[in-house]
């Protein structure tokens, strides 16, 4: 069974930093790229944030390009999303998300994504 445990989330002000963790086991890390997406207040759908295969190749969604960073640490198991600069658009529940294989060209179709965290709230206030 695939889980997925993210944390990080909370307030912070506008042009702060937040780093989100997704921690996982070390099956995921073995044969699953991941992902962080993002839904707005009263957004129908899931945006694809950041993407990472196990190559460590990565994938943004031009919003949050040279904002944010995502990066994966085998030893522990666990994805992080370094977010600097934020802004209040960035608002929004984030879910860490994980599929076999490659990740990086479906950042735009989280139906690609068949294992989800729960998922942890950033708030960004002015």
């Known amino acids: 069974q695939v889980q997925l445990a993210e944390s990080g989330g909370g307030p912070v002000q506008a042009g702060g930093s937040l780093r989100l963790s997704c921690a996982t086991s070390?099956?995921?890390?073995?044969?699953?790229?991941m992902a962080w997406f993002r839904q707005g207040p009263g957004e129908k759908e899931r945006e694809g944030v950041a993407a990472i295969d196990l190559d460590g190749t990565t994938a943004y969604a031009d919003s949050v390009k040279g904002r944010f960073t995502i990066s994966r640490d085998s030893a522990k198991n666990t994805l992080y999303l370094q977010m600097n600069s934020l802004k209040v658009e960035d608002t929004a529940m984030y879910y860490c998300?994980?599929?076999?294989?490659?990740?990086?060209?479906?950042?735009?179709?989280?139906?690609?994504?068949?294992?989800w965290g729960q998922g942890t709230q950033v708030t960004v206030s002015s």
């Open positions: 998300a994980a599929e076999p294989g490659r990740v990086t060209e479906g950042l735009d179709v989280p139906l690609l994504f068949g294992y």
């Open positions: 070390a099956y995921i890390f073995g044969g699953y790229g």
